[in-house]
């Protein structure tokens, strides 16, 4: 396939903008020379290179939704689940599948939840899936433990970040590199060998500055093989920041960021859950069919940023990045005898029909040779690219002005090189029989380029904000397929199929403040995911509209918000993750309608002179989902649709509440998340016990007292009440929520 992007053309248009909006810029530095106190306020609303939205009181001033969770709140209650920590985000659902939070599922104003794969997922403002063009399914996923901050924007205030803007983006900040010398750790033990090291050290001066950090985490798991093996994981992470910059007193600054993370796992997860009689008699077991199941992932990150500050109303930041992941999942995929493969999905729906096949895995009775098949379904990512932003703020009389503009070239590929063992169940145990040649079960390549551009400008004239943008997007997809009978890749029997986009999305919100305590904010905006490379496949297109409020009384402060997007084109896939076959082909879905609410309130129970601090939050989120045309797919998640039925694995409705018990010396908070019922396949009306997942309340407790300045121990319980409960039917079989934990840990810091 011919690349349709002509880079050189590129150059040619864009170093001459670049030359003429500098010289701009200059021109209006030198008129502004007689508003300099009010140019240097300024410098108050720069969000850092590597943030969206900075604060949680930036968060409160967009011009859409937007959620900041902070270092604090992160450290309330300690959490490395990722699940955990976007509960209390409204707007947010997701659904858990190993119970630690490695792999989520996560959907943003009713997105596809399916490996994360329709939002937008940063680290530090940088892409982090490992391709997000050519396979956006996150496979890998950032360690929240390690993280300083987590970003989320929704609505119109994220237009700037793509590809994905339908339902919104998410960003994780990593640990800053201090100002001067700062050290510090946290280490943690609790239940099933559950255990977290988390260690940083960072020193500084004016032209200097570097941090390390290192993750450990691990546990034998919570789940139960018959031969007692161990179903838990290990996980480490390391990661360093170096930075050179200008002394303080130049009036030209100048910084290049350095960073690298290294991240691996072994973690002994399956896809294969439970049959209904099993779970409801015992949740937590595994079959023996499982016991080889495993999944091994190394991935490595890399960027260089460039800041250039000329005053403190222009900075141009450009950033080159490249992220290498590889990951191979060994897991059980079918059982074969008599002629007939079984799925292990439909296995596990129907035990009774497939009686002998569900022996066979659970080890009840002995099988033929290669009856059990595990897949390897390894796999090799690599993203990189270079993106820059220019950003120019300055006012006009009583106007504030702040444009942003950004280009992003990258591209991106995923390569499957994958084969099948297969084994005997002998004894309660798998004992291999036929060793699988890699490349024979798939064998193929997708390849993606991106050229991403967005313009961004925020007009503030009194209480009234508005930012109007527009973001464009050219993107080839390439997909070659070598067949199963060519290893070597010599081309023989190549299929090539190939796919291109181009769009352009516009977008516009606005604020207005009443007053200090009162303020409404809206927007519409163009949403966008980008197909595959699968003959015949749009891409996803939606016009989303919001409007919310946000308001302070007394000691409450709250943010309600109404959403509803218009989706012309909805994208499906074919997931294994999900239920399907795992061929990865997208379906043009037609037309959809999500609609919701997104309900927020904080209350301060004390006054704000006593020694006592009591706040109380309340979240709900309504996610109301519907197919407005009928359609066929041959994806075992999605079916045959009818008009009117349900998006399925989104839950419609959801509450989160807690209260804390704060002081200088300690900390006290208990959490509680509700998450109604939703649905397996797309349907309407109440849900068939089979294709239902059912609501459930789980009850978290955090805990922390401080001994000084330096020292603290921390307690926590997660699911207090040992609540038994659903979390999916997928990939294959009923799959169970944690049980009760509990961990304790101390923690310093200098």
């Known amino acids: 396939m011919q690349h349709r992007i002509n880079l050189n053309k590129m150059k040619r248009i864009i170093v001459p903008f670049v030359l003429l909006f500098s010289s701009i810029i200059f021109s209006q530095e030198k008129e502004n020379n007689t508003s300099k106190d009010s140019v240097r306020n300024l410098k108050e609303v720069v969000i850092s290179a590597n943030q969206m939205i900075g604060s949680k009181f930036e968060a409160a001033n967009k011009t859409g939704s937007a959620s900041y969770i902070s270092a604090a709140d992160l450290q309330k209650f300690n959490y490395t ?131 390390v950090q290192f993750l450990n985490y691990n546990s034998d798991g919570f789940k139960n093989l018959p031969s007692g093996a161990n ?62 199941d495993n999944i091994t992932t190394k991935n490595n990150q890399f960027s260089v940023t460039h800041t250039l500050k000329t005053s403190n109303y222009f900075s141009v930041t450009t950033t080159a990045y490249r992220n290498k992941f590889a990951r191979n999942w060994y897991k059980l995929n079918d059982v074969r005898f008599g002629g007939t493969t079984y799925a292990i999905d439909a296995i596990l729906e129907d035990p009774l029909t497939n009686a002998l096949a569900f022996d066979y895995i659970t080890g009840a009775q002995n099988s033929p040779n290669n009856a059990l098949r595990v897949r390897a379904n390894n796999r090799a990512y690599l993203a990189q690219g270079v993106q820059t932003k220019l950003d120019f703020h300055f006012l006009t009389g009583d106007v504030y002005h702040d444009l942003e503009v950004g280009v992003r070239y990258h591209k991106d590929s995923e390569d499957r090189f994958q084969w099948n063992d297969s084994y005997a169940m002998l004894d309660g145990s798998m004992v291999l029989t036929t060793a699988g040649t ?52 010599t081309g023989i029997n190549l299929v090539e199929n190939d796919n291109h986009v181009k769009v352009w999305l516009p977008g516009v919100g606005a604020n207005y403040r009443i007053n200090n305590d009162l303020s409404f904010f809206g927007g519409v905006h163009k949403g966008f995911a980008p197909p595959t490379n699968t003959p015949g496949t749009d891409a996803e297109k939606s016009i989303n509209y919001e409007l919310g409020t946000r308001f302070n009384y007394n000691k409450l ?19 294994a993750a999900s239920g399907g076959s795992g061929t990865l082909d997208q379906f043009n879905a037609g037309e959809a309608h999500v609609k919701g609410i997104e309900l927020l309130l904080n209350y301060q129970v004390l006054k704000e002179e006593s020694k006592f601090k009591l706040p109380i939050s309340f979240g709900y989120t309504l996610t109301d989902t519907e197919f407005v045309n009928e359609f066929s797919s041959s994806d075992g998640a999605w079916g045959t649709i009818e008009k009117g039925d349900e998006i399925p694995y989104i839950s419609k409705h959801q509450f989160n509440a807690s209260i804390a018990l704060e002081h200088a010396k300690f900390e006290l908070i208990l959490g ?79």
């Not at 960021?257 to 896809?271: S, W």
């Open 81 to 211: 689940d990722i699940n955990r920590v976007l509960r209390t985000v409204t707007g947010v659902n997701v659904y858990e599948e190993d119970g630690f939070g490695l792999r989520p599922n996560i959907s943003l104003r009713g997105t596809s939840p399916d490996r994360s794969a329709k939002i937008t997922l940063m680290e530090d403002n940088v892409l982090i899936a490992p391709a997000p063009y050519s396979a956006p399914a996150a496979y890998y996923f950032p360690s929240v433990a390690r993280m300083s901050a987590v970003e989320i924007l929704k609505g119109s205030s994220q237009i700037q970040y793509g590809p994905f803007t339908t339902g919104g983006t998410i960003n994780f900040v990593s640990a800053p590199i201090p100002t001067k010398f700062n050290a510090g750790f946290l280490t943690d033990y609790g239940s099933f060998n559950t255990s977290r090291t988390v260690a940083n050290v960072g020193i500084a001066n004016e032209t200097v500055g570097a941090v």
């Open 231 to 292: 179903t838990g994981f290990d996980k480490k992470d390391v990661m360093a920041k170096f930075r050179v910059q200008s002394k303080p007193t130049s009036k030209i600054y100048n910084a290049f960021d350095f960073k690298m993370v290294y991240a691996e796992e072994d973690a002994n997860e399956t896809y294969l859950g439970l049959t209904e009689e099993d779970f409801n008699n015992s949740p937590f077991m595994r079959y023996a069919g499982s016991e080889k």
């Open 672 to 750: 509680a998340r509700y998450s109604g019922e939703f649905r397996t396949v797309a349907g309407q009306g109440s849900i068939p016990n089979e294709n239902s997942v059912s609501s459930n309340t789980v009850v978290d407790f955090g805990s922390k007292y401080k001994f000084n300045k330096h020292f603290s121990v921390t307690g926590n319980i997660n699911n207090l009440f040992d609540t038994t409960y659903l979390v999916s039917r997928v990939p294959a079989g009923l799959r169970p929520g944690m049980p009760f934990s509990a961990s304790i840990g101390i923690a310093a810091q200098f």
């Open 438 to 489: 890699p490349g024979t079960q798939d064998n193929r390549v997708a390849y993606a380029k991106a050229l991403a551009a967005h313009a961004l400008y925020k007009i503030k004239f009194k209480d009234l904000t508005v930012t109007p943008g527009i973001r464009f997007e050219t993107i080839d997809l390439l997909n070659k397929n070598y067949g199963t009978n060519d290893v070597a890749r």
């Open 557 to 575: 402060s709250a943010e309600i918000v109404t959403y509803f997007n218009n989706y012309s084109n909805l994208l499906g896939s074919d997931l």
